[in-house]
């Protein structure tokens, strides 16, 4: 079993360049933990493939693997051109309406009713990836009228953000909707949901989950910042998605949005991802900018949970190697004697439970005695994410009998996962976490661990036990 030399997660996103047995293989090899799968680009044949072709590898490398399926969410475009693309100038006049015959330089067909009913007066709509913007001059049920301000080329089927609206559509689209069923059917751990603008979003597609994997709430959209809390409190993850963001948003305004998204993300304890454009570079050039360098390591710096690679592993001609460059970054600013100190300036006051308390305790043991690691025992994962919300010292080795917990706790900050028995006893629990953490390389004989797990044994979310071992001496 590989095991990390550090704490932050990687994700890598398959496709072309990477989809295959021996693509998936080397890209664990180099550092990835969880593998995303983009339905943007996926159908069910594919994403059955996938799924099993991870499987397969996660049997064979013994160790869990985490399995993230990413929902495409309601895809908003223009319609065609005559001429396939047109030129708009500054301060022309340019209509969008639910026409669907071919456009021109003076309309083209926007259909999507829901849009003109949420817009108003001096609103934005951006085309194509914030390339093309536009002003609405006025609207109705039926057309839109706008003033270019940034003009440019346009060409057929671009996307579409209307950064000042909060849209009545739902998160899950109807393609979202059957690519849900199918993932969930595969037993797939974690479904990221785009297009997030209300906690409802949120809660309605947990209601459709229903447990049986974690659901990532994608925050792209300016409107879910208005309740970044209350959809961080109803996720049980987050993903910072900085490419829409970045569309909607003035660009200057999402580092300090990225920031707060992960303090507000570490404070509930929940993990946290960081994602779009992170060695955007790599796609073509076996090395990063140093820009990009330096944008990883700020992430990481922060205390994020994960960092995900996009293109990077999913086409580029460097995938192998752009995973492998996020790992070594990774082990080099956690190697800096400021980072510990960088996340200990924001560590969270423990909420006042017996759970929570334990898990601070176990913190204070290691910070202040030789400890080689924290092994938790857990059955949910939530004892796990506790661990990992102190973001201690030292590794944590959480053990569960659950494969699924196993599974989504990949993606926690610092947890080194392994499938293990419930404790029959006490003198049990620490023989086997003794045993397990020096068999896993966390400890040496005569090293101390911290074990912590619930009494009775097995019972979900009931930590109130805690143990300073000497291995080998237990």
Same mark, same amino acid.
């Given at each position: 079993? @590989?095991?990390? @030399?550090?704490?932050?997660?990687?994700? &890598?996103?398959?496709?072309?360049? /990477?989809?295959?047995?021996?693509?998936?293989?080397?890209?664990?090899?180099?550092?990835?933990?969880?593998?995303?799968?983009?339905?943007?680009?996926?159908?069910?044949?594919?994403?059955?493939?996938?799924?099993?072709?991870?499987? &397969?590898?996660?049997?064979? @490398?013994?160790?869990?693997?985490?399995?993230?399926?990413?929902?495409?969410?309601?895809?908003?475009?223009? *319609?065609?051109?005559?001429?396939?693309?047109?030129?708009?100038?500054?301060?022309?006049?340019?209509?969008?309406?639910?026409?669907?015959?071919?456009?021109?330089?003076?309309?083209?067909?926007?259909?999507?009713?829901?849009?003109?009913? *949420?817009? /108003?007066?001096?609103? $934005?709509?951006?085309?194509?990836?914030?390339?093309?913007?536009?002003?609405?001059?006025?609207?109705?049920?039926?057309?839109?009228? $706008?003033?270019?301000?940034?003009?440019?080329?346009?060409?057929?089927?671009?996307?579409?953000?209307?950064?000042?609206?909060?849209?009545?559509?739902?998160?899950?689209?109807?393609?979202?909707?059957?690519?849900?069923?199918?993932?969930?059917?595969?037993?797939?751990?974690?479904?990221?949901?785009? %297009? !997030?603008?209300?906690?409802?979003?949120?809660?309605? $597609?947990?209601?459709?989950?229903?447990?049986?994997?974690?659901?990532?709430?994608?925050?792209?959209?300016?409107?879910?910042?208005?309740?970044?809390?209350?959809?961080?409190?109803?996720?049980?993850?987050?993903?910072?998605?900085?490419?829409?963001?970045?569309?909607?948003?003035? !660009?200057?305004?999402? =580092? =300090?949005? @990225?920031?707060?998204?992960?303090?507000?993300?570490?404070?509930?304890?929940?993990?946290?991802? !960081?994602?779009?454009?992170?060695?955007?570079?790599?796609?073509?050039?076996?090395?990063?900018?140093?820009?990009?360098?330096?944008?990883?390591?700020?992430?990481?710096?922060?205390?994020?949970?994960?960092?995900?690679?996009?293109?990077?592993?999913?086409? *580029?001609?460097?995938?192998?190697?752009?995973?492998?460059?996020?790992?070594?970054?990774?082990?080099?600013?956690?190697?800096?004697?400021?980072?510990?100190?960088?996340?200990?300036?924001?560590?969270?006051?423990?909420?006042?439970?017996?759970?929570?308390?334990?898990?601070?305790?176990?913190?204070?043991?290691?910070?202040?005695?030789?400890? &080689?690691?924290?092994?938790?025992?857990?059955?949910?994962?939530?004892?796990?994410?506790? &661990?990992?919300?102190?973001? =201690?010292?030292?590794?944590?080795?959480? %053990? $569960? =009998?659950?494969?699924?917990?196993?599974?989504?706790?990949?993606?926690?900050?610092?947890?080194?996962?392994?499938?293990?028995?419930?404790?029959?006893?006490?003198?049990?629990?620490?023989?086997?976490?003794?045993?397990?953490?020096?068999?896993?390389?966390?400890?040496?004989?005569?090293?101390?661990?911290?074990?912590?797990?619930?009494?009775?044994?097995?019972?979900? *979310?009931?930590?109130?036990?805690?143990?300073?071992? %000497?291995?080998?001496?237990?």
């Amino acid at each position: 079993m @590989q095991r990390r @030399q550090r704490k932050v997660k990687i994700l &890598a996103t398959l496709g072309p360049a /990477s989809d295959t047995a021996e693509g998936i293989e080397a890209l664990f090899e180099a550092g990835a933990d969880v593998f995303r799968i983009n339905m943007s680009h996926t159908d069910h044949d594919k994403l059955t493939e996938l799924h099993g072709l991870l499987r &397969a590898m996660e049997a064979r @490398q013994n160790r869990p693997v985490a399995i993230l399926v990413d929902l495409q969410g309601p895809k908003l475009r223009i *319609g065609k051109f005559t001429d396939g693309e047109i030129r708009l100038a500054k301060g022309a006049h340019f209509r969008l309406d639910l026409d669907k015959t071919p456009g021109d330089e003076a309309r083209v067909c926007l259909p999507h009713p829901e849009i003109y009913e *949420g817009l /108003s007066l001096g609103h $934005t709509l951006l085309l194509d990836d914030g390339r093309i913007r536009l002003t609405v001059t006025g609207h109705s049920k039926d057309h839109i009228d $706008t003033e270019v301000v940034v003009g440019g080329k346009l060409s057929n089927k671009k996307g579409v953000n209307v950064p000042d609206t909060t849209l009545p559509l739902e998160a899950l689209s109807d393609k979202d909707r059957a690519d849900l069923d199918r993932a969930l059917e595969l037993g797939v751990d974690w479904i990221a949901l785009s %297009f !997030v603008q209300r906690p409802l979003d949120v809660a309605e $597609t947990k209601k459709i989950v229903a447990g049986r994997a974690g659901v990532m709430a994608k925050i792209e959209k300016p409107a879910a910042l208005d309740y970044m809390y209350e959809i961080i409190e109803l996720s049980d993850a987050i993903m910072v998605a900085r490419g829409d963001l970045g569309v909607e948003l003035p !660009v200057e305004e999402v =580092p =300090p949005w @990225q920031k707060r998204i992960i303090r507000a993300s570490r404070r509930a304890g929940k993990p946290v991802v !960081v994602a779009t454009q992170m060695l955007e570079s790599m796609i073509n050039s076996p090395v990063p900018t140093r820009a990009e360098v330096s944008d990883v390591s700020n992430a990481i710096y922060d205390g994020a949970d994960a960092l995900m690679l996009s293109a990077e592993s999913a086409a *580029g001609s460097y995938t192998v190697e752009a995973v492998a460059m996020m790992n070594r970054i990774a082990e080099t600013v956690e190697e800096d004697p400021s980072y510990q100190s960088l996340l200990d300036m924001q560590r969270t006051e423990p909420e006042p439970t017996t759970a929570d308390a334990m898990m601070t305790a176990a913190h204070a043991v290691t910070d202040t005695i030789r400890v &080689a690691s924290i092994v938790c025992y857990t059955n949910s994962g939530s004892t796990g994410l506790r &661990a990992a919300r102190e973001r =201690p010292t030292v590794p944590i080795l959480a %053990f $569960t =009998p659950v494969q699924e917990t196993a599974r989504r706790l990949c993606l926690a900050w610092g947890v080194h996962c392994v499938l293990t028995e419930d404790a029959t006893g006490f003198s049990d629990m620490v023989s086997r976490a003794c045993a397990i953490a020096q068999r896993e390389g966390f400890a040496r004989e005569g090293e101390r661990i911290v074990v912590t797990a619930g009494h009775p044994f097995g019972t979900p *979310g009931a930590t109130n036990m805690m143990r300073i071992a %000497f291995v080998g001496r237990d």
